[in-house]
Nanobody, 120 residues
Framework: QVQLVESGGGLVQPGGSLRLSCAASGTIFSIGAMGWYRQGLGKTRDLVAVVGSGGYTNYEDSVKGRFTISRDNAKNTVYLQMNSLKPEDTSIYYC??????????????WGKGTLVTVSS
């Protein structure tokens, strides 16, 4: 059984920084793309950033230049460094990863989410 566990959310003032982490555990054969999504109150869950297994990255336009996604393949962990945070970044942030366990072709897994609140 595969689990994704996020950490690092919390309350921060506008202009501040937070670093989110998400660790995958369980019987893992390989991990493809890993990413972060966010969902505000009454809104859809949207992609924030993604990093491929080879290091390719892609970002949602509003976070370019402020957020940096990275991964540590040895630790099965993905990070999201968030700088210059704005109130509109307030959301629940979800980790996502495409993971293959022994004997299957892989599927998407989700974490339970971590709340980021940007407020003075």
């Amino acid at each position: 059984q595969v689990q994704l566990v996020e950490s690092g959310g919390g309350l921060v003032q506008p202009g501040g920084s937070l670093r989110l982490s998400c660790a995958a555990s369980g019987t893992i054969f390989s991990i493809g793309a890993m990413g972060w999504y966010r969902q505000g109150l009454g809104k859809t869950r949207d992609l924030v950033a993604v990093v491929g297994s080879g290091g390719y990255t892609n970002y949602e336009d509003s976070v370019k230049g402020r957020f940096t996604i990275s991964r540590d393949n040895a630790k099965n962990t993905v990070y999201l460094q968030m700088n210059s945070l704005k109130p509109e970044d307030t959301s629940i942030y979800y980790c996502n990863a495409y993971i293959a366990t022994a004997g299957d072709y892989g599927m998407d897994y989700w974490g339970k989410g971590t709340l980021v609140t940007v407020s003075s």
